[in-house]
Structure formats: C-alpha cells, structure tokens
C-alpha cells in the first residue's frame, strides 16, 4: 500500500486495518473497564421516588423497619367471632350470635367480642378484641342485631396475622433488582417513599457525517438522512442510559475533538471510524486517551473501535447503520447496561431454531446473521449488507457465526436472538 511517490499512500490511516481483535477480546476490554470503573466509583447511585422507579436497578437492599399489616385483619366480609362457638353450626343447625358492631377498615370496633356476640367485620379491617375468627358472609343470614350463623370455622381462619405481608427485618427487595410496578406498590406500604438507585450512565450521541441531514428530513441529492441517531438513541435507553439526543458533528478534526472532551459516562461516535480520510474519530481517541481496540474480525463492524478518555468510556461505531446496530449491540450496549447495574446480556429474547438453508461464513470471523423467523425455522436474508438497515426490520431477529466457523449448514440448530 505504501507508494513513496505519493505521500498521501504513506498515510497509516489508508493502510487499512494491520490485524484485527478478536470479539471476545474486545468484550474483554469492556469487562475489565466495567470492573474498573465500578471499584473508582463504587457509590453511583440517586434517589428515586416511588412514581418514577419501575425500570430502575436498585442500589442497596431495602429492609422493612415495619410489620404489614402492623395489626391483624379480616381477610374477608363477615363476621369477627370466637372460632369456638362456632362448632357444629351448619344449614340445618344454625347458631345465633348477637351482633354488637362493625369494624370498617381504617375505623376499628373499639370493644371486647365476648361469649355470643360478634362484630360486622370488612376485608382489611382490623379484627377486634376477643374475636379469633371471621365467618364470611356467604355462610349466613344477619340482621342489624342478629347473626345467624351457617357454617364453622377455625381459630385463625379469615384472619391476616401481623407481619404475614411484610415482616419486620426481612429483606423485601435486594441489590441489582430491575425494580417492577408492583415494587413501588410494596415499599409504599412499608411507608418508603424514596430509594436509592443506580444512576443513569450519561451517554452522548455524536452522529459525525457531512452527507448526513437531521433524522426525520427527506434525503435530497446526494445528501442522505441521518438513521443512526433515532436507532441509537432508542437503543441507549432500552439499555438503561440517560436521555441521550444525538448531536450532529462536522467531518473535521477540531469539532470531533471537541466534541469528544464534553464529560460524559459513554460516548458513541457514529460514523468515520474507520482508516480513511475522513476518518478522525480513532487518531483523535488516541490522543485524547487510549484506543484500546481498532478493528474487530467480525461483519458487519469491523471498523469498530473502542477505548476511554479518563473514565469515558467511547465507542467507535461504523456509520454503515446495520453496521452501526451490530457493533452497538455487542460492545456500547454491554457497557451503557454495565455502568447502569444492569445484566451485562443481551436484552432480547432467545430461541431455538432451524436454518432453512446454508449461511456461510469464514472462520476467524464472527458474522451476525438476519434471520426470518416462522415457528421453529429460521430463514437467513438474501439481502445483508452493512448498508442495508431494512434487512434489520424485516428481519424477526439475528443469530451469530461463531469465530471458528466455516458456516452452518441448513438444518442447523442455532440459537436466534429475537430483536
Ligand atoms: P462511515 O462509517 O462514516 O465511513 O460511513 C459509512 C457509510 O455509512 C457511508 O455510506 C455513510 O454515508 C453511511 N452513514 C454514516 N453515518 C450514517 C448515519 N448516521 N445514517 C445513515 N447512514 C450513515
Ligand atoms: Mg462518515
């Protein structure tokens, strides 16, 4: 490639990439940054209301301080009563009990349940004293003053104990949760209104590309529309990063640069990552901090790139949007989750199928492969170039060829990601 005629070919940027990494070291670096980033950072977290945490990883283990129900409680409409006097009372043997009260819940029945009597009684109201037992409704006949009782029942029957909820002292949700609607319902009713979280990673979006007009604008000429910035974004936070809209970023040196030093957790450059002219993101990473990884023997992404400015972490993503996607998705995505407190897999659904027919591919290399999925079959795309991005859409999800696979034959059972 070098030609001393022609200095601009002495350039190391049109030498293409010299050797490249292999993807699980790549994911390695990311790994061992993660390790690193938490043992300088260990304390990453925020408060977070009750309103706004499903979805949210939980930073430490919450401990109820309460009981719920800190009092015990009717489990049932019916009446409170003493289990005892109950005993034999069937259809055709009833027993009457006079009725002396109501406890509502929120509004008790502040006296004694004593030999014969007994206590209108609401589910969630607190039992009253003496009454050991709630006889539901549907096994009796009642008036304003008299219970005529249908059926028996036993000590404890109908009756919530204290504590049988949520016990003092017990552990109700533990580090590392994917926090779910129901658990902001539960440490309501231990009375917490506010817990603490992982924080969000911030993540920057820089979308570098001359030709490339804002996401949403019809392409004009030569100009084409920016597809990388809407799917990054959405792809950010499906893994847990910030609220991150990307910012265009002139095909020059200073603005890259410049754009590269703003504080952030992750930066994803979309775009010019490569060896070429126009590809400054790898010199500028290089000099600004380490670029630990450029190039990875895998297609599509091979021009990826990852390093880190100070604690930054920053990824060099192909402008090629399936490209884009994939180098995402097994490096950028696996940070942002990692920063997050989240499970470092991938967040799609798995499933066993069959390849319809051969997929080739190159040992050495790890090829990402679309498939059409119907039932157990997986059919790969014809169409599945990096610039393709619609092979992704009509795609119902991808499966990955090992590094040291010459390819699949059809029939193969695989694994397919669903996206
Ligand atoms: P690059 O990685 O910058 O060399 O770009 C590789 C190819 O992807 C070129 O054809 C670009 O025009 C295209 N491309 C780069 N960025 C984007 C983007 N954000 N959206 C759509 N296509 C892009
Ligand atoms: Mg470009």
């Keep these: 490639m070098t030609n001393p005629a022609n200095p601009k070919f002495t350039d190391v940027r049109m030498k293409g990439f010299g050797s490249r990494s292999t993807v699980e070291a790549a994911v390695a670096w990311i790994d061992s940054s993660l390790a690193n980033a938490n043992a300088v950072d260990p304390d990453r977290t925020e408060p977070c209301g009750l309103f706004e945490l499903t979805g949210r990883i939980l930073a430490k283990d919450i401990v109820s301080r309460i009981n719920v129900p800190?009092?015990?409680?009717?489990?049932?409409?019916?009446?409170?009563?003493?289990?005892?006097?109950?005993?034999?009372?069937?259809?055709?043997?009833?027993?009457?009990?006079?009725?002396?009260?109501?406890?509502f819940p929120g509004r008790p029945f502040e006296g004694t349940v004593r030999s014969g009597t007994a206590v209108r009684i609401m589910t969630g109201a607190p039992m009253p004293d003496g009454a050991d037992a709630v006889l539901p409704v549907e096994f009796t006949e009642w008036t304003e003053n008299t219970l005529t009782a249908m059926a028996e029942v036993s000590?404890?029957?109908?009756?919530?104990?204290?504590?049988?909820?949520?016990?003092?002292g017990s552990v109700l949700l533990k580090v590392g949760r994917v926090l779910r609607p129901q658990d902001a319902g539960v440490l309501s009713s231990i009375g917490c209104s506010s817990i603490p979280v992982v924080r969000?990673?911030?993540?920057?979006?820089?979308?570098?590309?001359?030709?490339?007009?804002?996401?949403g604008t019809a392409p004009t000429g030569y100009q084409i529309a920016?597809?990388?910035?809407?799917m990054l974004k959405a792809l950010v936070e499906r893994d847990g990063g910030g609220q991150a809209l990307p910012q265009f970023v002139k095909d020059d040196r200073s603005s890259l640069r410049a754009a590269m030093l703003e504080p952030a957790d992750v930066i994803l450059v979309s775009g010019g990552s490569s060896v070429g002219?126009?590809?400054?993101a790898p010199?500028?990473?290089?000099?600004?901090?380490?670029?630990?990884?450029?190039?990875?023997?895998?297609?599509?992404?091979?021009p990826a790139g990852m390093g880190q400015i100070g604690s930054t972490f920053v990824f060099l993503l192909p402008g090629n949007p399936v490209s884009c996607l994939c180098a995402y998705d097994f490096f950028a995505g696996r940070a942002i989750r990692g920063l997050g407190g989240r499970s470092l897999d991938w967040p799609y659904a798995k499933k066993d199928v069959v390849l319809t027919r051969k997929l080739v591919s190159t040992v050495g290399r790890v090829d990402y492969a679309r498939v059409k999925i119907s039932?157990?079959?997986?059919?790969?795309?014809?169409?599945?170039?990096?610039s393709v991005l619609s092979s992704t859409?009509?795609?119902d999800g991808f499966i990955i060829i090992p590094a040291d696979s010459e390819g699949l034959p059809p029939h193969s059972r695989v694994t397919a990601y669903l996206y």
């Design 283 to 302: 010199e500028i990473l290089k000099e600004l901090g380490t670029l630990a990884i450029h190039g990875i023997a895998m297609r599509p992404s091979s």
């Design 393 to 395: 859409t009509q795609a």
């Design 200 to 215: 969000r990673p911030v993540v920057r979006i820089l979308i570098t590309g001359n030709e490339l007009l804002p996401a």
């Design 70 to 103: 800190g009092f015990t409680r009717s489990m049932m409409d019916g009446f409170a009563l003493r289990a005892d006097e109950t005993y034999g009372a069937t259809a055709y043997n009833s027993l009457a009990f006079q009725v002396i009260g109501t406890s």
């Design 226 to 230: 920016d597809a990388n910035g809407p």
């Design 155 to 168: 000590v404890g029957k109908n009756v919530g104990a204290i504590g049988e909820d949520v016990a003092d």
């Design 277 to 280: 002219q126009e590809d400054h």
């Design 375 to 386: 039932g157990t079959e997986a059919e790969p795309l014809a169409i599945s170039g990096a």
